[in-house]
Nanobody, 122 residues
Framework: QVQLVESGGGLVQAGGSLQLSCVAS??????????MGWYRQAPGKQRELLTT???????YYEASVKGRFSISRDDAKNTVYLQMNSLKVEDAAAYYC??????????????WGQGTQVTVSS
């Protein structure tokens, strides 16, 4: 089994910043993590992709967050980060990380975190 645990959500004023973290762990140990990404889901809306980063560090950003959000990863810590700047009220949502993980038994998992809430006040 593989688990992803997000942290760093909270309440912030519009224009402010937050950094989210997501740590991967596995009962059999982790051999490699391929693409990692961040999604969000606001009430009454579908979950949407925000950004991804490949295992060679290549990022991709959706237009809605490009220039404001930055994704990074630390493979030594099995962690992906999301730096969110210039937050807007419409950025409020539950934020989820996702990762394509290969454990030490060569099992492949597409794992999701439990989500962390971001609230942006006007």
């Amino acid at each position: 089994q593989v688990q992803l645990v997000e942290s760093g959500g909270g309440l912030v004023q519009a224009g402010g910043s937050l950094q989210l973290s997501c740590v991967a762990s596995g009962s059999a140990g982790i051999r490699r993590i391929n693409t990692m990404g961040w999604y969000r889901q606001a009430p009454g809306k579908q979950r949407e992709l925000l950004t991804t980063i490949t295992n060679d560090g290549t990022p991709y950003y959706e237009a809605s967050v490009k220039g404001r959000f930055s994704i990074s990863r630390d493979d030594a810590k099995n962690t992906v980060y999301l730096q969110m700047n210039s937050l807007k009220v419409e950025d409020a949502a539950a934020y989820y990380c996702n990762a394509d993980v290969i454990d030490m038994n060569w099992r492949n998992y597409n794992a999701w975190g439990q989500g962390t809430q971001v609230t942006v006040s006007s």
